[in-house]
Each structure stands twice: as structure tokens, then as C-alpha cells.
């Protein structure tokens, strides 16, 4: 892959403070339109290429931690569909319990099991709430312009 930027974009990517940066993803943020320079690659004539499996896993989990929130509101969505499906369970098993009878109860092992799931879900719930907000935090922290000045009108030039 092979890109040209624009003298502006390469210094909105300059000003952003992260430590790990990947070049394409931001300046497809900071650019209105990106266009890939088509390159003829050779083979490699000797060595071996440093990116292996574990690498491009690494590459792709910085990729999903830097520029998205997404797994930590997964996370309490999950919670979300967790506790509800144990306060489904919850309220039928309690329904159930007084239009059965006591033979229905079973010793009370999916009672057991709904409550848990309640509890859990609950955690992870707050576990994503608290991602969501070191994520809002981790945001400021970058520094990332959030839009870029290309040209301003009927006023002095930057």
C-alpha cells in the first residue's frame, strides 16, 4: 500500500499525541477522501517477513482498542441481555411457583441459576459502564484533533 497525504492531514496526524498510531485509519479520519496508489510489490528475494500470526493479531487488537469503543458497549450489552434473561427467568419461576405449587420448585437449583445470572449480568453491566467511561477518558487523553481547519473565509490565514 502506498498513500499520499496532503501537507495538512500529515500535520493533523503529527499533533495527535498517541503513542501507537496507525497512520491509515487516522488520516482516513482527519481526510475527505483517500485514494490508494497502486504499487507493483516483488517477491522477497531473502528473509523472512516479521509479521507473523501473533503480529497481525496485535496489529488488529490495537486497531479495535484505539479507534472504537464498541467492545466496552458489548460488553454492557451483554450484561444488559444477561440480567434480563435472569429477570425473565426470575419472575417465571416465581410465577410458576405459585400457580404449580411446591412440587414445581425442584430444589431450587434454577432458581439458583437465574438469580446467578441476574448478578452477573448486573457485573458486567457495570464493568462496561466503567469501560465506557476510562474509554471517554482514554479520548481526551489522545489529543486527536476533532476536525481539521482546511481554509478559513474573509479572515487572516492561518
Same mark, same amino acid.
Given at each position: 500500500?502506498?498513500?499520499?497525504?496532503?501537507?495538512?492531514?500529515?500535520?493533523?496526524?503529527?499533533?495527535?499525541?498517541?503513542?501507537?498510531?496507525? %497512520?491509515?485509519?487516522?488520516?482516513?479520519?482527519?481526510?475527505?477522501?483517500?485514494?490508494?496508489?497502486?504499487?507493483?510489490?516483488?517477491?522477497?528475494?531473502?528473509?523472512?517477513? #516479521?509479521?507473523?500470526?501473533?503480529?497481525?493479531? #496485535?496489529?488488529?487488537?490495537?486497531?479495535?482498542?484505539?479507534?472504537?469503543?464498541?467492545?466496552?458497549?458489548?460488553?454492557?450489552?451483554?450484561?444488559? /441481555?444477561?440480567?434480563?434473561?435472569?429477570?425473565?427467568?426470575?419472575?417465571?419461576?416465581?410465577? /410458576?411457583?405459585?400457580?404449580?405449587?411446591?412440587?414445581?420448585?425442584?430444589?431450587? %437449583?434454577?432458581?439458583?441459576?437465574?438469580? /446467578?445470572?441476574?448478578? %452477573?449480568?448486573?457485573?458486567?453491566?457495570?464493568?462496561?459502564?466503567?469501560?465506557?467511561?476510562?474509554?471517554?477518558?482514554?479520548?481526551?487523553?489522545?489529543?486527536?484533533?476533532?476536525?481539521?481547519?482546511?481554509?478559513?473565509?474573509?479572515?487572516?490565514?492561518?
Amino acid at each position: 500500500m502506498l498513500r499520499a497525504y496532503r501537507r495538512e492531514i500529515v500535520q493533523a496526524i503529527l499533533r495527535c499525541k498517541e503513542i501507537s498510531t496507525f %497512520v491509515p485509519v487516522l488520516a482516513a479520519m482527519f481526510a475527505k477522501r483517500v485514494t490508494d496508489i497502486d504499487v507493483d510489490h516483488c517477491a522477497r528475494l531473502s528473509g523472512r517477513s #516479521k509479521y507473523g500470526l501473533l503480529r497481525l493479531i #496485535k496489529l488488529q487488537f490495537d486497531l479495535t482498542t484505539a479507534f472504537s469503543l464498541w467492545p466496552l458497549r458489548m460488553v454492557t450489552a451483554f450484561g444488559f /441481555l444477561l440480567a434480563l434473561g435472569g429477570l425473565a427467568a426470575s419472575v417465571t419461576l416465581i410465577s /410458576l411457583r405459585f400457580l404449580m405449587g411446591d412440587e414445581y420448585a425442584l430444589e431450587g %437449583v434454577f432458581t439458583l441459576f437465574s438469580v /446467578l445470572f441476574l448478578f %452477573v449480568g448486573l457485573q458486567f453491566m457495570a464493568l462496561g459502564v466503567l469501560g465506557e467511561y476510562i474509554g471517554r477518558i482514554y479520548s481526551e487523553v489522545r489529543g486527536r484533533p476533532r476536525y481539521v481547519i482546511r481554509k478559513v473565509y474573509g479572515g487572516p490565514q492561518p
